[in-house]
C-alpha cells in the first residue's frame, strides 16, 4: 500500500518533495508493524498513521491542484488508500471501539489537512470532500461490517452427534492404552512404580500415594513400609496432606501424617501430583530422622512426581471410563430384565393360575402338573429378582465395602433359608472406587454359586480391609465346588478374571469337613499397630 501511494503521489503532483509524507507514513507504520498487540505501541502506531494520512490528503490535494495535473479530489485519492490498512488492521482484531477513534481522527486530520496546508485550502473544493467523505464511509464499512461479514463467510459448524464423537475419542484411548509400556492403565502399578523409582533419590521408612475416590475422601493406592500406616485421608484436617493439597506444593513437617501421630523423631514430606491445573493424588515420605527432606531432596522428589501426575490420571480417567460404562450396561441389563422377560413371566405365572382356577373336577394329575409349573415359574421369577438386585447392587459412596457385601448376602442368604455369620475388619480409610466395585462382584459370585449349588445350611462371610490390603472370604458348608459343572467353571473364570484386573489373588480350597472356601486377595497384609475403627459383627448375627 506505501509503494501504491507513493506512486499516485507523484503522479498527481509530480513533485518528489511530497513523498515526505509518504516516509513519515514509513515511520508511523513502525511499532504497529513490529508490535501488533503492544497494548500501547500498537494503537499508537495505527493513531499515527491516520492522523498522518489525513494531513498528508490536504497537502497532496493543494500540490495537485497547484501543478494543475488533477484536481483537488484526485490529488487527495492518491493518498486517502492507506487508511484502510489502520482501520482493517483493528476491525480484525475486533476492536470496534479503537476502529471508531480512528475514524474521529481521520475525519479531524481531514479537516486539518484541507484548512491549513497550502495556498489554498482544498476543503473548499467538493472534490476534496467528496473523496474525504468516500473514503470515511470506506472507513467505517471496514470497521463495524468486517466481524459481521467474517461469520457470514465461515462456514457453519456441524451438529454435534455426541455419541460418535464419545466413540472417536474412546477409540483413540484404546489405540493409546495399548501403547503404553505393559499395555496397562493400572493407578495401583503405576503408584507402586513410583514409590519405587523415589526410593532411589529420597531416603524413607515409609511412603505412600494417595488419590481421590468416592466420598470425597482419598484412599491409598500403593503403600510401602515394615508396618502398615493408617494414613489421614480427610482433606478438612490441620495437617501438611490437606496443605499440599490446598496449595499444590510440596509440604514438610515434622511429625507423621498418619491418624496415630509417632513419637520420636520423625520427617514427612507431602508432594502433590498436579496434572495441568488440578490435583489428582499426594505422595507422602516419611523418616524416623530429624530434617530428611532439605530443599535438594525436594527438588529431586518432584524431577520424579511432574511426570508420573500425568500417568497416574491418565490411569485414574481410564478406571473412571471403564466404571461408568459398566455401571451404564449393568443398569441397562437390569432395565430390561425387569421390563421383558420378568414381566413376561409374571404373566405366564397368572395364565396358569387362571388354569388352575378354570380346571374341571376330577383333573388332579393335570392340576398337580399346572401346580409344579407355577412352582417352577416361581422359582425363576426369584431368581430373576434376585439377579436384578445383584445388577443393581454398588458400593455406597459413605457405607463402604463390608456394608455392600454384608446387604446383598443377608439378602440372598434369606431367599434360600442360609443362616449366614459375618466377620467384619474395616478400616476408615477407603480403596479405590474400581477396586471395591470388582471385590464386590467377586464376593457376589461366590455367595451365589454358594446358594444356587453347594446345598448349604451356612455361610460364613469375612472381610478385612485396611487399604492397600484387602482380604475378601466366602465359605460355606455344602457339597463342595463341582468341577465337572459348567456354570460354575464359568464363573470361577468371570471371578479369576475380575481378581487379576486388580491385581489380586483368588484362592479356592476345600473347607473342613465340608463345602468351599472362595478368598480374593489385594496386597500384603502387614503389622498394623495404629489406631483403626473396626466393625465386627458376631458369627449368627
Known amino acids: 500500500m506505501l509503494a501504491l501511494v507513493a506512486a499516485l503521489t507523484l503522479i498527481a503532483t509530480r513533485e518528489p518533495a511530497q513523498l515526505r509524507w509518504i516516509a513519515l507514513l514509513v515511520v508511523a507504520a513502525l511499532p504497529a508493524f513490529l508490535a501488533p498487540d503492544h497494548r500501547i505501541f500498537g494503537p ?83 472534490g476534496f470532500l467528496a473523496a474525504g467523505g468516500q473514503w470515511l464511509v470506506l472507513g467505517a464499512i471496514v470497521t463495524f461490517a468486517a466481524d459481521t461479514m467474517r461469520q457470514l463467510m465461515q462456514p457453519a459448524e456441524p451438529t454435534p452427534q455426541p455419541y460418535a464423537e464419545a466413540t472417536r475419542l474412546l477409540t483413540q484411548l484404546r489405540s493409546v492404552a495399548r501403547s503404553l509400556p505393559g499395555a496397562t492403565l493400572d493407578p495401583g502399578g503405576i503408584s507402586e512404580h513410583l514409590l519405587e523409582e523415589l526410593r532411589l533419590v529420597a531416603p524413607g521408612d515409609r511412603a505412600a500415594v494417595l488419590s481421590t475416590s468416592g466420598g470425597g475422601r482419598l484412599v491409598v493406592l500403593a503403600q510401602t513400609g515394615a508396618e502398615r500406616v493408617d494414613w489421614e485421608t480427610t482433606l478438612d484436617s490441620d495437617s501438611a496432606i490437606a496443605e499440599a493439597w490446598a496449595t499444590q506444593q510440596p509440604q514438610t513437617a515434622s511429625r507423621s ?7 520420636g523423631d520423625v520427617s514427612s514430606l ?11 493424588g499426594l505422595v507422602i515420605l516419611e523418616a524416623d530422622v530429624a530434617s530428611a527432606y532439605p530443599s535438594s531432596v525436594v527438588f529431586d522428589v518432584t524431577g520424579v512426581t511432574e511426570p508420573a501426575a500425568i500417568r497416574l490420571e491418565a490411569a485414574l480417567l481410564f478406571d473412571d471410563v471403564r466404571s461408568l460404562a459398566t455401571n451404564e450396561e449393568r443398569q441397562r441389563l437390569a432395565r430390561e430384565i425387569h421390563d421383558g422377560v420378568a414381566q413376561e413371566l409374571v404373566m405366564v405365572g397368572y395364565g396358569i393360575d ?92 461366590a455367595i451365589t454359586n454358594a446358594r444356587k449349588h453347594a ?56 473347607r473342613h469337613p465340608s463345602g468351599t472356601t472362595v478368598a480374593v486377595v489385594l496386597g500384603s497384609s502387614g503389622r498394623r499397630d495404629s489406631v483403626r475403627d473396626s466393625v465386627s459383627a458376631p458369627e449368627g448375627e
Open 44 to 126: 499508537l502506531g495505527r493513531f499515527a498513521e491516520v492522523a498522518i494520512t489525513g494531513l498528508a490528503a490536504g497537502s497532496i490535494a493543494a500540490a495537485a491542484d497547484l501543478t494543475g495535473t488533477v484536481d483537488a479530489g484526485f490529488g487527495a485519492e492518491a493518498v486517502l488508500p492507506y487508511l484502510a490498512v489502520p482501520l482493517l488492521t483493528a476491525a480484525l482484531r475486533r476492536r470496534p471501539t479503537e476502529g471508531a477513534a480512528l475514524l474521529g481522527v481521520a475525519a479531524v486530520a481531514l479537516v486539518a489537512g484541507g484548512t491549513v496546508t497550502g495556498s489554498q485550502s482544498p476543503i473548499t473544493q467538493p
Open 257 to 263: 501424617q498418619a491418624r496415630s501421630h509417632r513419637r
Open 270 to 280: 507431602v508432594v502433590p501430583l498436579v496434572a495441568g491445573v488440578r490435583t489428582i
Open 354 to 445: 387362571n388354569a388352575q382356577a378354570t380346571l374341571p373336577e376330577g383333573a388332579e394329575e393335570t392340576a398337580e402338573e399346572l401346580r409344579a409349573l407355577r412352582n417352577e415359574v416361581t422359582r425363576v421369577i426369584t431368581e430373576l429378582r434376585l439377579s436384578l438386585f445383584e445388577l443393581r447392587s454398588e458400593v455406597d459412596r459413605n457405607g463402604g465395602l463390608a456394608a455392600a457385601i454384608a446387604e446383598y448376602a443377608r439378602t440372598l442368604g434369606t431367599s434360600a433359608g442360609l443362616r449366614v455369620h459375618f466377620t467384619f475388619d474395616e478400616s476408615t480409610a477407603r480403596l479405590p472406587a474400581a477396586t471395591e466395585a470388582e471385590l464386590l462382584r467377586i464376593a457376589q459370585e
Open 455 to 510: 446345598g448349604a445350611s451356612n455361610l460364613w462371610v469375612t472381610c478385612t480391609v485396611d487399604p492397600p490390603y484387602a482380604e475378601i472370604e466366602v465359605s460355606d458348608d455344602g457339597k463342595g465346588f463341582a468341577d465337572d459343572r459348567p456354570d460354575g467353571r464359568y464363573g470361577l473364570t468371570i471371578m479369576a478374571e475380575r481378581a487379576e484386573r486388580i491385581r489380586g489373588r483368588l484362592k479356592i480350597t476345600p
